[in-house]
């Protein structure tokens, strides 16, 4: 990897790339115009539309100089990225497109809270230019060089991040780039132009031979004058909670069968004004997953036609004030976004960052799933700020040097080892669901600990919390736990009975609260032979001959390990692959 990095920088509007020829370049990384100072601002009027144009034309040419297979990278301000990121969708010419890889969030701003918690979170978008073929356009990243350097825990001295049992599976070189950098420097963000920290991590990733690397920076926008921008407190609102009249008439604290679009047209003719408080989505991500009676595989733009109903009949039945929460891939998040951006009703507060790390896919780790955070206009938001008494679920919460084991954070907090952080717009302090006694019969179940903190941060008790896809009923049982009426509903019947068993299983507590008591599920090992036991055996064998063996290899040197691999470990190919992985990682 070369220390002197070859990066041509076109600053706009004093420089030019018109003499750049067409499909010439390897990459490309625009800093959009933008003032950092816009993170504070809850309310922006009409102004930005122009400077909006402005950069797309600017992404136009970005995507011209660019070869098939060249990616391109657009740093900016979560609040304004999802226009470009519905643009690029949309860009092609005669031969080629734009296709859309990542949404990398970035934990590098310093800023401070406003009315909300800090605003660390910046973007920066990963755009494909390939070839309009059935099959995309090869690319080119450094994944297996550029690597993170694992970090121990500063209580119990293991590697922060928990492997569930696979640490002989760990690269030595560090762990693999995902698409939330957290481990950057943060600084006070004072203007458009991408740090050099992250500019120098993009151009490790894209380095090859005769690398071409453009980096265009457009000019700082001023920021908003007072006039430009919309008050943000219209005026007080007219009902600041629902009233008990209005409570009586609603199907309270029940999962209801019914079709949800059908369910909120009928609560918005009959309350034009709104009633919800909070009204959360974590709708089908349209990946063929097995929902029920939900296809999830519909076409990507008939899905998107279906979102904006849902989404444009969940701000229409929130309250003025109200908190709207949605819950998807970046991918489909960016058509949100613009879309909710675009109603006037709806005032933008954060693109909230769940760090999840799932499986392994593609060069860079998936890791974030994007938590859209909206308003309605007209009334006082509820944003609850921590107390003394409140849980981790609403900060401040543990530094990020400690690992989240159970069995670490219950004896470091026992000794006063407990050093808080503040909760930002990146969250990286709660797991996906990984065991079977804590899920049900659904593909994409949340955690109860991220359902916890959305309804702590947005309500208060005896408010009303709305979920038009209950699935599993987390939003449904954490309402319950913490005295939130809710109304829930579901097209699957099959949900919807789990949800109303999962509710029976609420235990009242000594102080009038509940607590979630699962039945132990014990799970029949079909294994005789650890899987573990299995790939530690066959990764030194391999490195004893220094080659990756097949089975009939190894029978002839370790028939017992044959044997063993035969009938323990079905997936050969994933054994051979790790391996292949660990012979790399010597070399």
Same mark, same amino acid.
């Given at each position: 990897m070369n220390i002197a990095r070859n990066i041509t920088t076109i600053r706009l509007p004093h420089a030019s790339y018109e003499a750049i020829p067409d499909n010439s370049v390897d990459a490309v990384v625009i800093s959009t115009e933008f003032d950092p100072n816009e993170k504070s601002y809850q309310d922006i009027g009409n102004e930005y539309r122009k400077r909006l144009k402005k950069t797309m034309n600017t992404i136009q040419k970005g995507f011209q100089i660019l070869k098939n297979g060249g990616l391109l990278f657009i740093y900016g301000l979560p609040r304004w990225l999802p226009f470009f990121g519905v643009f690029l969708d949309s860009l092609q010419n005669g031969k080629s497109k734009m296709i859309f890889k990542y949404w990398i969030a970035l934990d590098i701003d310093a800023r401070s809270p406003q009315e909300t918690f800090p605003p660390t979170h910046t973007g920066l978008l990963l755009y494909l230019k390939s070839?309009?073929?059935?099959?995309? @356009?090869?690319? +080119?990243?450094?994944?297996?060089? $550029?690597?993170?350097?694992?970090?121990? &825990? +500063?209580?119990?001295?293991? %590697?922060?991040?928990?492997? #569930?049992?696979?640490? +002989?599976? *760990?690269?030595?070189? #560090?762990?693999?780039?995902?698409?939330?950098?957290?481990? *950057?420097?943060?600084?006070?963000? /004072?203007?458009? /132009?991408?740090?050099?920290?992250? =500019?120098?991590?993009?151009?490790?990733?894209? /380095?090859?031979?005769?690398?071409?690397?453009?980096? %265009?920076?457009?000019?700082?926008?001023?920021?908003?004058?007072?006039? !430009? =921008?919309?008050?943000?407190?219209?005026?007080?609102? /007219?009902? @600041?909670?629902?009233?008990? #009249?209005? =409570?009586?008439? =609603?199907?309270?604290?029940?999962?209801l069968f019914v079709d949800a679009i059908e369910f909120m047209k009928t609560i918005a003719t009959k309350y034009p004004k709104g009633i919800f408080d909070l009204a959360f989505a974590d709708p089908p991500y349209n990946l063929e997953k097995d929902y029920g009676e939900y296809a999830d595989l519909q076409s990507d733009q008939r899905y998107l036609e279906w979102c904006k109903d849902w989404l444009k009949l969940m701000c229409e039945v929130l309250r003025p004030g109200g908190a709207l929460m949605i819950v998807n891939l970046p991918k489909w998040c960016i058509h949100h976004a613009a879309f909710l951006n675009e109603l006037?009703?709806? %005032?933008?507060?954060?693109?909230?960052?769940?760090?999840?790390?799932?499986?392994?896919? #593609?060069?860079i780790m998936p890791a974030h799933y994007a938590l859209l955070y909206y308003t309605k206009r007209g009334g006082s938001i509820t944003f609850n700020s921590p107390s003394p008494t409140d849980s981790d679920s609403l900060g401040p919460i543990d530094a990020h040097y400690y690992c989240l084991r159970k069995s670490c954070i219950k004896k470091r907090k026992t000794a006063g080892d407990d050093d808080k952080v503040d909760l930002t717009d990146i969250w990286w302090d709660i797991h996906r669901i990984k065991h079977k006694k804590d899920?049900?019969?659904?593909? &994409? !179940?949340?955690?109860?600990?991220?359902?916890?903190?959305?309804?702590?941060?947005?309500?208060?008790?005896?408010? *009303?919390?709305?979920?038009?896809?209950?699935?599993?009923?987390?939003?449904?049982? $954490?309402?319950?736990?913490?005295?939130? +009426?809710f109304i829930t509903t579901d097209i699957d019947e099959k949900y919807v009975e789990i949800v109303k068993q999962n509710l029976k299983m609420l235990q009242p507590t000594l102080n009038g609260e509940y607590r979630l008591i699962r039945e132990s599920v014990s799970r029949s090992r079909k294994n005789t032979v650890p899987r573990k036991e299995i790939e530690i055996d066959f990764i030194n064998l391999c490195k004893k001959e220094e080659r990756v063996l097949s089975v009939e290899e190894v029978a002839v040197i370790n028939e017992e390990l044959a044997n063993k691999i035969r009938n323990y470990y079905p997936n050969i190919k994933k054994l051979r692959k790790i391996t292949q992985r660990r012979l790399k990682w010597r070399e």
């Amino acid at each position: 990897m070369n220390i002197a990095r070859n990066i041509t920088t076109i600053r706009l509007p004093h420089a030019s790339y018109e003499a750049i020829p067409d499909n010439s370049v390897d990459a490309v990384v625009i800093s959009t115009e933008f003032d950092p100072n816009e993170k504070s601002y809850q309310d922006i009027g009409n102004e930005y539309r122009k400077r909006l144009k402005k950069t797309m034309n600017t992404i136009q040419k970005g995507f011209q100089i660019l070869k098939n297979g060249g990616l391109l990278f657009i740093y900016g301000l979560p609040r304004w990225l999802p226009f470009f990121g519905v643009f690029l969708d949309s860009l092609q010419n005669g031969k080629s497109k734009m296709i859309f890889k990542y949404w990398i969030a970035l934990d590098i701003d310093a800023r401070s809270p406003q009315e909300t918690f800090p605003p660390t979170h910046t973007g920066l978008l990963l755009y494909l230019k390939s070839r309009k073929t059935k099959t995309p @356009s090869p690319f +080119h990243l450094n994944t297996k060089t $550029v690597r993170i350097p694992y970090q121990e &825990c +500063h209580a119990c001295g293991k %590697i922060t991040k928990d492997w #569930g049992g696979k640490k +002989h599976l *760990l690269n030595p070189l #560090g762990a693999a780039v995902s698409d939330v950098w957290r481990d *950057l420097p943060k600084t006070f963000l /004072e203007t458009n /132009e991408i740090p050099d920290f992250v =500019l120098n991590r993009i151009y490790d990733l894209v /380095e090859k031979p005769s690398l071409s690397f453009i980096n %265009i920076i457009e000019q700082q926008s001023l920021a908003p004058t007072e006039q !430009q =921008l919309k008050p943000f407190t219209a005026k007080a609102m /007219e009902v @600041s909670q629902n009233n008990k #009249g209005v =409570l009586k008439k =609603l199907p309270l604290d029940q999962v209801l069968f019914v079709d949800a679009i059908e369910f909120m047209k009928t609560i918005a003719t009959k309350y034009p004004k709104g009633i919800f408080d909070l009204a959360f989505a974590d709708p089908p991500y349209n990946l063929e997953k097995d929902y029920g009676e939900y296809a999830d595989l519909q076409s990507d733009q008939r899905y998107l036609e279906w979102c904006k109903d849902w989404l444009k009949l969940m701000c229409e039945v929130l309250r003025p004030g109200g908190a709207l929460m949605i819950v998807n891939l970046p991918k489909w998040c960016i058509h949100h976004a613009a879309f909710l951006n675009e109603l006037d009703n709806m %005032i933008f507060r954060h693109w909230i960052v769940w760090d999840a790390l799932s499986e392994p896919a #593609g060069k860079i780790m998936p890791a974030h799933y994007a938590l859209l955070y909206y308003t309605k206009r007209g009334g006082s938001i509820t944003f609850n700020s921590p107390s003394p008494t409140d849980s981790d679920s609403l900060g401040p919460i543990d530094a990020h040097y400690y690992c989240l084991r159970k069995s670490c954070i219950k004896k470091r907090k026992t000794a006063g080892d407990d050093d808080k952080v503040d909760l930002t717009d990146i969250w990286w302090d709660i797991h996906r669901i990984k065991h079977k006694k804590d899920r049900d019969q659904h593909p &994409c !179940q949340l955690p109860i600990k991220l359902m916890e903190r959305i309804i702590n941060l947005t309500t208060i008790p005896d408010n *009303l919390v709305f979920d038009p896809f209950c699935g599993a009923g987390t939003t449904a049982i $954490v309402s319950k736990m913490f005295k939130r +009426h809710f109304i829930t509903t579901d097209i699957d019947e099959k949900y919807v009975e789990i949800v109303k068993q999962n509710l029976k299983m609420l235990q009242p507590t000594l102080n009038g609260e509940y607590r979630l008591i699962r039945e132990s599920v014990s799970r029949s090992r079909k294994n005789t032979v650890p899987r573990k036991e299995i790939e530690i055996d066959f990764i030194n064998l391999c490195k004893k001959e220094e080659r990756v063996l097949s089975v009939e290899e190894v029978a002839v040197i370790n028939e017992e390990l044959a044997n063993k691999i035969r009938n323990y470990y079905p997936n050969i190919k994933k054994l051979r692959k790790i391996t292949q992985r660990r012979l790399k990682w010597r070399e």
